[in-house]
Nanobody, 121 residues
């Protein structure tokens, strides 16, 4: 009943920028924390950035100062602005959201399908 769809991935040169979007839809009562994860080939999935319903943000050390996470609570959408991209940022990026939804409303963790980000050197 809840679907997350990411968009905005692509191929960029080192030093470039990309803006990822993730829109949640379906039977949604509320959304608490939203986050972006990434998984590179041969690596485990890691948390990149998160944002609470109140706007508090956290970032993994490797992206601090380069990435910004934001959200639009009216549109149920979370964004990841990625600047000064490095080849090490190459990965599939996944959206995640803690959602209270359904009838009756229950808590659940939902994932998007992923979007590929490739940074060339």
């Amino acid at each position: 009943q809840v679907t997350l769809v990411e968009s905005g991935g692509g191929l960029v040169q080192a030093g470039g920028s990309l803006r990822l979007s993730c829109a949640a839809s379906g039977s949604i009562f509320s959304i608490r924390t939203m986050a972006w994860y990434r998984q590179a080939p041969g690596k485990e999935r890691e948390l990149v950035a998160s944002i609470t319903s109140g706007g508090t943000t956290n970032f993994v050390d490797s992206v601090k100062g380069r990435f910004t996470i934001s959200r639009d609570n009216v549109k149920n959408t979370v964004y990841l602005q990625m600047n000064s991209l490095k080849p090490e940022d190459t990965a599939v990026y996944y959206c995640n959201a803690d959602v209270m939804g359904g009838l009756p409303p229950t808590w659940g963790k939902y994932w998007g399908q992923g979007t590929q980000v490739t940074v060339s050197s």
